[in-house]
Nanobody, 120 residues
Framework: QVHLTDSGGGLVQAGGSLRLSCVVS????????AAWYRQHPGGQRELVAS???????WYADSVKGRFTISRDNAKVTMYLQMNSLKPEDTGVYFC??????????????WGQGTQVSVSS
């Protein structure tokens, strides 16, 4: 079975850090793009960061300079290091795997989500 298992969320004070992980099983990972999305309470899911299969990254302006997306193909795992967290970063974070090597076709498979809560 295909699974994307994301974890690492939690409650943190503003200015703190969290590291999210996404373990991929049952499907190809190393040759596919991947990304992190988040969904604010009552809001739509938005793209936070993406990485091509070759490691080229993209960030939303709201997280640029604070978040870092990375991947370890040997461990079939993707990460999102989140520093200098703000209350507006609160939401459910989802990892996703793409259709191809780049993110132009969007997500094909989703993780179940992990809650991140940042207190002021």
């Amino acid at each position: 079975q295909v699974h994307l298992t994301d974890s690492g969320g939690g409650l943190v004070q503003a200015g703190g850090s969290l590291r999210l992980s996404c373990v991929v099983s049952g499907t190809t990972f190393s040759t596919r793009a991947a990304a992190w999305y988040r969904q604010h309470p009552g809001g739509q899911r938005e793209l936070v960061a993406s990485t091509t299969s070759g490691g080229i990254t993209w960030y939303a302006d709201s997280v640029k300079g604070r978040f870092t997306i990375s991947r370890d193909n040997a461990k079939v795992t993707m990460y999102l290091q989140m520093n200098s967290l703000k209350p507006e970063d609160t939401g459910v974070y989802f990892c996703a795997r793409g259709y191809g090597q780049n993110w132009d076709m969007g997500p094909q498979i989703w993780g179940q989500g992990t809650q991140v809560s940042v207190s002021s």
